[in-house]
């Protein structure tokens, strides 16, 4: 919860083989969110349903992790994807979330569909912000810390894991 300037971040993170607990599988329905996501970010989010989310939260800590992630169909295309686990403190949310940003360009928003998360590594704590535009940067950081960290050998080969139906 500091408002000091922050070195420039590291664009790699997390080990070079995903070690335990990870990979850590989270399989829900998006939800509707409060809705900030696109319009206030630009950075549009997949919310998990509560029931999904109870069932992480007892192996993972509050933060912002990277990993894989598939919408609706099983053996459909998997995308890289950053998210955030907890209170959102910039917010002052009263309800946990887990909130998933797909790294991919959707033409329009989607509710009540399935989505298979592969969570492999954890990037940051969750923070507080000065302001919303620090928020924002500091997402489009851990999107590039994903894009990056997603190529190294060991977290590629997972973009086939068996919870997206490839056998
Ligand atoms: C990768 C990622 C990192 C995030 N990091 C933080 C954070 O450090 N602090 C915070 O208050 N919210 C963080 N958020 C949550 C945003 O505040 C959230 O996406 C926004 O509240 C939109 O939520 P809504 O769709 O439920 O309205 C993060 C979200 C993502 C996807």
Not at 31 to 60: F, H, M, Q
Not at 118 to 128: D, K, S, T, V
Request: net charge neutral.
């Amino acid at each position: 919860m500091s408002n000091e300037i922050r070195a420039e971040r590291p664009l790699i993170v997390g080990p070079s083989d995903p070690g335990a607990p990870f990979p850590v599988t989270l399989e829900g329905t998006v939800v509707k969110g409060y809705g900030r996501g696109s319009r206030e970010l630009g950075i549009p989010t997949a919310n998990l349903s509560e029931d999904a989310i109870a069932a992480i939260c007892s192996e993972l800590k509050t933060g912002v992790y990277y990993g894989w992630v598939q919408i609706g169909e099983v053996a459909s295309q998997v995308y890289p994807m950053v998210m955030s686990i907890g209170w959102n403190p910039y917010y002052r949310n009263e309800r946990r979330s887990a909130e998933v940003h797909i790294i991919h360009d959707f033409p329009e928003d989607f509710y009540n569909v399935a989505m298979r998360v592969l969570i492999l590594a954890y990037i940051r704590p969750e923070q507080n912000y000065p302001s919303l535009d620090a928020l924002i940067k500091d997402i489009h950081t851990d999107i590039q810390v994903a894009k990056h960290s997603l190529k190294r050998p060991k977290y590629a080969e997972l973009r086939s894991h068996k919870l997206f139906g490839f056998t």
